[in-house]
């Protein structure tokens, strides 16, 4: 007999506002029996129909809806809605790199699925979605004959749902890199080894926007990764120098620049705090200093110090630019929300000294859209600052 769970009074609100997810503690009881990943039903205290979504004890999310009326689990429901989310993205997108599947946003949760030419990555990170990879992965295949798909399975949040930590290729066969355009530039991304999916589409067009806070200066670029952010400033700048802890994220920086010819583009293997302080002692400055660090904070009580990680980070970031010069600070954690980030450069432009103004505050880009009714799907800030 499939499960029913039954909500406490009052905890349906939020999902009949177009929330996903329920927690285990929002729940009166649970009826029937069934194993685990299961659909289950989910009702009101009093009964009422709230939605269906696979369920898994092992989680703090006890459930994630996706079916909300008559719709049937499956096959057909998979390939209508991956097939609408990738001509949502079609319709704002010219080139062949980016997030076909965004989660809740596409009402599938707990499943991404990337795309990079003709190579798709997928991370499954419900232990539900995970059950079905390979009718999703079939799915896929029909609706785009790609020559490879690959499961990214390191995400850390899958051993909060009993899952293990292992990546394997789903159909075809898939390269170590696979090489994309973005934005007129060539980039080798490594969807085996990179971070998350291989890359960070979720940055593109902010990453474009950078050329014009970059055109004639120095720039440097800490948290670099792969170098996204370097090589779209080293298409207008003077000088980039890319800072990153990681050797590996160096190594493809170089790859990358040298696929574009760009000799202007140096690399520091440093934490990125060290590399900021070491500048300050050698009175060294820049035009524009771009931060785009990982997420400071993964769950609400981490909130507080990694408030004083950004206030700090963009403190000694502050002190490095030339009067007149530039800032991106980025913050990638929903836990962050823009206030409290806002808050955060805020509190350390006081602490510099200098005057510090807004010129842009943008998103993550549109193939990451954010459900208004879920606040975890709004995770990316970037602002763009001007230091007087």
Same mark, same amino acid.
């Given at each position: ?5 039954? &909500? ?6 939020? $999902? ?38 696979? $369920? ?41 790199? !980016? ?5 809740? /946003? ?6 991404? %699925? ?5 190579? &798709? ?43 293990? &930590? ?30 998350? *999916? ?21 720039? &440097? ?36 620049? /040298? ?5 202007? %583009? ?39 110090? /990694? ?27 929903? !836990?962050? *929300? ?48 001007? $230091?007087?």
């Amino acid at each position: 007999m499939p499960y029913t769970v039954y &909500l406490k009074k009052g905890e349906e609100k939020r $999902i009949l506002g177009g929330h996903s997810w329920v927690y285990a503690n929002e729940v009166l009881k649970i009826e029937g029996k069934d194993k685990n990943g299961a659909l289950a039903e989910v009702r009101a205290h009093d009964g009422r129909f709230i939605g269906k979504g696979y $369920i898994n004890h092992l989680s703090k999310i006890l459930v994630r809806i996706f079916i909300r009326g008559k719709e049937e689990d499956g096959e057909a429901l998979y390939m209508k809605r991956i097939a609408a989310a990738d001509t949502a993205r079609k319709k704002l997108l010219s080139d062949r790199c !980016y997030r076909m599947v965004f989660a809740e /946003a596409d009402d599938l949760p707990a499943l991404i %699925i990337d795309r990079y030419g003709d190579y &798709l990555v997928m991370e499954c990170l419900s232990l539900g979605i995970d059950q079905r990879k390979k009718m999703i992965a079939e799915c896929l295949s029909e609706l785009f004959s790609p020559k490879g798909i690959y499961l990214r399975g390191d995400a850390a949040v899958r051993k909060k749902e009993g899952l293990p &930590l292992q990546s394997e290729t789903l159909f075809g066969e898939v390269p170590d890199k696979i090489f994309i355009e973005e934005n007129g530039l060539r980039m080798a991304v490594d969807v085996k080894r990179g971070q998350k *999916t291989g890359y960070f589409l979720d940055q593109k067009e902010n990453r474009l926007a950078c050329r014009r806070y970059a055109r004639g200066g120095t720039v &440097l670029d800490c948290f670099c990764n792969s170098g996204g952010f370097s090589l779209n400033a080293a298409t207008v700048a003077k000088e980039v120098t890319a800072v990153d802890i990681s050797e590996f994220a160096l190594e493809n920086v170089r790859e990358n620049a /040298a696929l574009n010819g760009f000799a202007n %583009i140096h690399t520091y293997c440093a934490d990125a705090f060290d590399a900021l302080r070491k500048f300050r002692e050698e009175d060294r400055t820049f035009d524009f200093v771009i931060l785009d660090p990982p997420a400071f904070c993964k769950s609400a009580a981490e909130v507080k110090d /990694a408030a004083r990680g950004y206030r700090d980070v963009n403190l000694n970031a502050m002190k490095l630019v030339k009067s007149g010069g530039y800032l991106l600070t980025c913050s990638c954690s929903h !836990y962050m *929300t823009l206030p409290l980030f806002e808050r955060a450069v805020a509190e350390a432009a006081r602490a510099s000294g200098r005057r510090v103004k807004f010129l842009e505050v943008r998103v993550q880009a549109p193939d990451h859209p954010a459900l208004l009714t879920a606040e975890e799907t709004n995770y990316l800030k970037a602002f763009y600052l001007q $230091i007087d």
